[in-house]
């Protein structure tokens, strides 16, 4: 990896002009940015604000740029993996609904962390509430979220052609601008927060194989007459013995009325 200086950009008519570069970078607010996240996790716990105690709910996951990286503006190193968080935003608190952040955060050896790529996101309750309720129920595992930015990019890149709200097809490497100890802060506008719901599927009871049929029968008939040692009156008697008593009985009235028809 290659040792981070940290220069100062500069935000300048619209451009970000980086030390040591002819060509600044430019926004682009009009292409969308694809995420995908998994090992998704429900985090919940209390916050104190302005002295009252509120309960905070959020979830956790790993996020993928579908279409895009992201890096540094002035540095090589880019990602498309980045941490994600997204919390509960309350009625309340309608000028951070649909926000989203995208920042750096640089390994910290006192502290005990390494580099850290993250997505924040601020998602309405009522959306944030319905879907913890299918994760928990099993019927979601995934998140999929379109989102503008107002990300730094090579003016170049927006030569590509776009596709309207099929942002797969444009990729960019989007850049956070640089300040003296570290890299600025994206931020950006959720379009779409989505998932698949998957119903849950019922185990299909277990069926003894073609090739276990007959021990699984030499079984059954091992349980019959242990149950007949133990209590012979409960257990059932054979179908063929019950078959040949009844045959036994019919032959002695037909032998019984032979002998009284030929002695009267």
Not at 151 to 160: G, I, T, V
Not at 175 to 201: D, M
Request: hydrophobic share 40%.
């Amino acid at each position: 990896m290659e040792k981070r200086v940290w220069k100062v950009t500069e935000e300048r008519d619209g451009y970000l002009y980086i030390p040591g570069r002819e060509r600044p970078l430019t926004r682009d607010c009009m292409s969308s940015i694809a995420i995908s996240v998994s090992e998704l996790k429900v985090i919940r716990g209390f916050a104190n604000k302005n002295e009252k105690t509120t309960l905070s709910i959020q979830i956790g996951g790993k996020a993928y740029l579908e279409n895009c990286t992201l890096g540094i503006a002035g540095l090589k190193e880019k990602t498309r993996e980045c941490s994600f968080t997204a919390a509960a935003v309350y009625p309340n608190q309608k000028e951070h609904q649909w926000r989203i952040e995208f920042g750096f955060v640089e390994d910290d050896w006192e502290l005990g962390f390494d580099d850290d790529w993250y997505i924040q996101g601020y998602i309405p309750e009522i959306a944030l509430y319905e879907f913890i309720t299918a994760f928990k129920a099993g019927e979601a595992d995934g998140i999929y979220i379109r989102c503008t930015s107002d990300l730094w990019a090579d003016p170049w890149a927006r030569l590509a052609p776009n596709f309207g709200h099929a942002p797969i097809y444009r990729e960019i490497d989007w850049k956070l601008s640089q300040g003296q100890y570290g890299a600025g802060l994206g931020q950006g506008t959720i379009l779409e927060f989505t998932w698949e719901v998957t119903p849950k599927r019922r185990p299909a009871p277990m069926k003894p194989k073609p090739e276990d049929t007959e021990a699984f029968e030499a079984d059954q008939r091992f349980a019959n007459d242990m149950f007949a040692e133990l209590d012979p009156q409960a257990a059932p008697a054979p179908a063929a013995e019950k078959s040949n008593w009844r045959w036994w009985v019919v032959g002695g009235l037909a032998v019984l009325g032979y002998l009284v028809l030929r002695n009267g």
